[in-house]
């Protein structure tokens, strides 16, 4: 079946460092990507997707590059903001699964001033 | 335009007692989900609706129900609450099941069961 695993955290992060955020996934076929984003409180809202292999998805400054060869979706920023910390979720979603979502178990990121 | 609402914020449930879980959209979707979030093991499918007059079981569908009661309304429900039944619950919405389909999701009810 479909899974997804990603970084575990919490990462800590200083301002205008780098972020990455590793995420890895296992499906039958071709998958879409996804990147969800939860602020403190809220639900999860998109932040960036890829439908095809070799595709990059980029918001917000963030960006991911769909690479099949290695079943990865890496999330990065090259400088993080305090307004940053979150919690983000890699998550994939496929014919073989009937289009439901499968996600990552998610990633804590704190960014400090 | 409010996108995916969910009713209650918060509740605290005691064990063996019963509630519905109320979400509607707004966005004229056709498909709407619950899931459940517990620390460490992201967003699990509860159950799932790919149209108005269907629903069909996800990955942790027992102890709960649902009824897609409009095109708009999705509600959840339990019957007999259980302590392993506490958690935070989405519900989230899009267009079609395609793979290609951003989910929208409501702002989430936070469940306590004692």
């Known amino acids: 079946g479909n899974s997804v695993t990603q970084m575990e955290g919490p990462v800590t992060l200083s301002e205008e460092a780098f972020l990455t955020i590793n995420c890895t996934y296992t499906a039958t076929g071709y998958p879409s990507l996804f990147w969800y984003v939860q602020y403190p409180g809220e639900g999860l809202q998109l932040l960036l997707k890829?439908?095809?292999?070799?595709d990059k998805g980029s918001n917000k400054g963030f960006e991911a590059t769909y690479r099949k060869e290695t079943t990865s979706f890496h999330l990065e920023k090259g400088s993080v903001q305090v307004s940053d910390s979150a919690v983000y979720f890699c998550?994939?979603?496929?014919?073989?699964?009937?289009?439901?979502?499968?996600f990552g178990a998610g990633t804590t990121v704190t960014v400090r001033a | 335009n409010a996108g995916v609402t969910q009713t209650p914020k918060f509740q605290v449930l005691k064990t063996g007692q019963s509630m519905t879980l109320q979400c509607a959209q707004d966005m004229n979707h056709n498909s709407m989900y619950w899931y459940r979030q517990d620390p460490g093991m992201g967003l699990r499918l509860i159950y799932y609706s790919a149209s108005e007059g269907t629903t069909d079981k996800g990955e942790v569908p027992n102890g709960y129900n649902v009824s897609r009661l409009n095109k708009r309304e999705f509600s959840l429900r339990l019957e007999s609450a259980a302590p392993s039944q506490t958690s935070v619950y989405f519900c989230a919405s899009n267009v079609l099941g395609v793979s290609t389909d951003t989910q929208y999701f409501g702002p989430g009810t936070r469940l306590t069961v004692l």
């Open positions: 890829a439908t095809k292999a070799d």
């Open positions: 998550a994939l979603s496929s014919v073989s699964n009937d289009y439901k979502l499968s």
